[in-house]
């Protein structure tokens, strides 16, 4: 296993677009921020994005999947920061796994969504076939803990030819 850092910066909205090929209201962050070994990622929820999920009626909730969706996407920019991913740049991303997740607070239009991680990603390769994890990810909104999530893999595996 190898652990690489991802750099310092700042990523804006446009060049997110650049990084992930999500769109519309399936892309989850606004900007990212690494800096002091730290990553942050925010997202304005926006009320498109809670359409048709109201538990109560009159008020749209953010799905906690999706929040688990914003995590990974945190993490796929994080592993376009990194250094020592040579090789990597010919492979397809794709999630692989998410691990225990503790959700505390429902997530509303209007909040302003921050993921917050450690920067060093964990690699280990097995027959070809690459995995990147995360360390834990906290979700906030303001002071307040929203989510935990254990851990994320992304798995680099050839493309399709």
């Known amino acids: ?25 399936m892309l989850l962050l606004d900007s990212v921020q690494i800096h002091n070994g730290r990553a942050y990622g925010r997202y304005k929820v926006g009320n498109q994005y809670c359409q048709n999920h109201e538990p109560l009626p009159g008020l749209p909730l953010m799905r906690g999947v999706d929040i688990t969706e914003a995590g990974f996407q945190l993490l796929g920019v994080l592993i376009s920061k990194a250094d020592g991913l040579e090789g990597l740049d010919r492979k397809m991303f794709v999630a692989r796994e998410s691990g225990a997740s503790k959700f505390a607070r429902p997530v ?39 989510a935990a999530i254990d851990f994320l893999v992304i798995a680099a595996v050839d493309r399709p030819v």
């Open 108 to 146: 509303r239009v209007g909040d302003d969504l921050v993921l917050e991680t450690d920067s060093c990603i964990n690699m280990a390769e097995a027959s070809g076939v690459w995995k990147l994890t995360s360390s834990r990810i906290i979700a906030m909104v303001g002071p307040t803990r929203v």
């Open 1 to 25: 296993m190898r652990v690489v850092r991802a750099n310092a910066s700042m990523v804006g909205l446009d060049e997110i677009k650049q990084i992930l090929f999500h769109r519309g209201p």
